[in-house]
């Protein structure tokens, strides 16, 4: 069994990539525990920049639990251009990276007292149908969790596939851990040097179905220097464990 599934990740990955925590552009200091596979899957999504649209899917990151606080990410989505125009492929492979994030204070996320903090660093890879340069970043984020919701703030230093330095602040804001289907809100802001600024906001909600499965739903609004950007994201989270479980 876990020959299909790396099978079948791998095939994911290959056919597409994605974000970093469901459904944000930005992410949380936490990791998956040593040992333990979160597989962020968006089946379903829909992108309009412009006057071009696409279908975002399949979108995934693949987080794998390492000793030490850490966590390897691989990520990357499909997208499928609804009206192509001409000369121009209608399928790509973009957002393509892999990454190692870090805890570097244990806090709240870690059941531990005071906020949480973690780095996250890696590759920006080629991409199929897009930019084929290569790139580099380094994030450092910080989340902080009280009874009435957990906030993460981020901010990140990159060297992109086209060789400009890049800068993103983003920030994600949740209703209480507690309740099984909760509010979200993230907004972030990005620029390259030389390029447009993007600023986003995205609303939503995060529904825990099991212990082991999240469901999300979120509706992003952006501009892109004088672009319209506008997103419908829909998908999961699943956890398991490579560890054998002692009381089996």
């Known amino acids: 069994m876990m020959g299909r599934l790396c099978a079948t990740m791998l095939l994911a990955m290959l056919a597409a990539p994605a974000l970093a925590y469901r459904p944000f552009d930005s992410t949380d200091a936490d990791v998956a525990a040593s040992g333990e596979f979160e597989l ?34 691989l990520e990357g989505q499909r997208q499928v ?3 192509p ?39 920006l ?13 380094l994030a450092g984020i910080v989340s902080q969790r009280w009874k009435a919701g957990t906030l993460h703030l981020n901010a990140a230093l990159a060297w992109n596939r086209e060789h400009e330095p890049d ?9 209480p851990y507690s309740w099984p289907l909760r509010p979200v809100a993230e907004v972030f802001g990005e620029q390259a040097s030389g390029g447009p600024r993007t600023s ?5 909600a995060m529904w825990r179905a099991r212990e082991d499965l999240m469901l999300d739903l979120g509706l992003r609004f952006a501009r892109s220097g004088d672009e319209l950007v506008r997103e419908v994201r829909l998908g999961l989270t699943w956890t398991f464990s490579f560890k054998k479980d002692p009381r089996s």
């Open 81 to 83: 251009a609804l009206d």
């Open 167 to 175: 800068v993103f602040v983003g920030a994600i804001l949740e209703g």
């Open 85 to 123: 125009a001409s000369g121009e492929p209608s399928s790509s492979i973009v957002d393509t990276g892999v990454f190692v994030k870090t805890v570097l204070r244990e806090g709240a996320l870690q059941d531990a007292s005071g906020p949480s903090i973690a780095a996250e660093y890696g590759l």
């Open 125 to 137: 890879l080629p991409e199929v149908h897009g930019e084929s340069g290569t790139g580099a970043s």
């Open 200 to 204: 986003s906001a995205l609303v939503g």
């Open 40 to 73: 962020e899957l968006g089946p379903i999504g829909w992108l309009r920049e412009g006057d071009s649209s696409f279908r975002v899917a399949p979108a995934v990151v693949a987080n794998l639990g390492l000793p030490w606080r850490s966590e390897l990410v």
